[in-house]
């Protein structure tokens, strides 16, 4: 069983930076997209931003395009989060998660239902 563990996360003002980061236990066949997704009180739990173990391929949110940046290092079997010019309504709960994912489908690569191994969350709170 592929086991998630999350670290980051915090409080920060608006506008500042902040980065996530999730250890992926091991890489197995099945594995081959790592994504974040977010939960604010009574919300439900939206797709963030994904990246593709091989190749490094991504895909984001409208909503995060162009503040927050997902990555991968494959050394350390471990993706990223880095997220700045945070906005208050960036609060929520984030979750990282893999999956074995049709990386061409994008509506599968934004799906939460398609992704197979959570982490346990970490809380990101962003003040005015």
């Known amino acids: 069983q592929v086991q998630l563990a999350e670290s980051g996360g915090g409080l920060v003002q608006a506008g500042g930076s902040l980065g996530l980061s999730c250890a992926i236990s091991r890489i197995t066949f099945a594995t081959n997209a790592m994504g974040w997704f977010r939960q604010a009180p009574g919300k439900e739990r939206e797709f963030v931003a994904a990246v593709k173990w091989v190749g490094g391929y991504t895909h984001y949110a409208d909503s995060v395009k162009g503040r927050f940046t997902i990555s991968r290092d494959s050394a350390k079997n471990t993706f990223y989060l880095q997220m700045s010019s945070l906005k208050v309504e960036d609060t929520a709960i984030y979750y990282c998660?893999?999956?074995?994912?049709?990386?061409?489908?994008?509506?599968?690569?934004?799906?939460?239902?398609?992704?197979?191994?959570w982490g346990q969350g970490t809380q990101v709170t962003v003040s005015s």
């Open positions: 998660a893999t999956g074995d994912i049709q990386w061409g489908y994008t509506s599968e690569v934004k799906n939460v239902n398609a992704y197979s191994n």
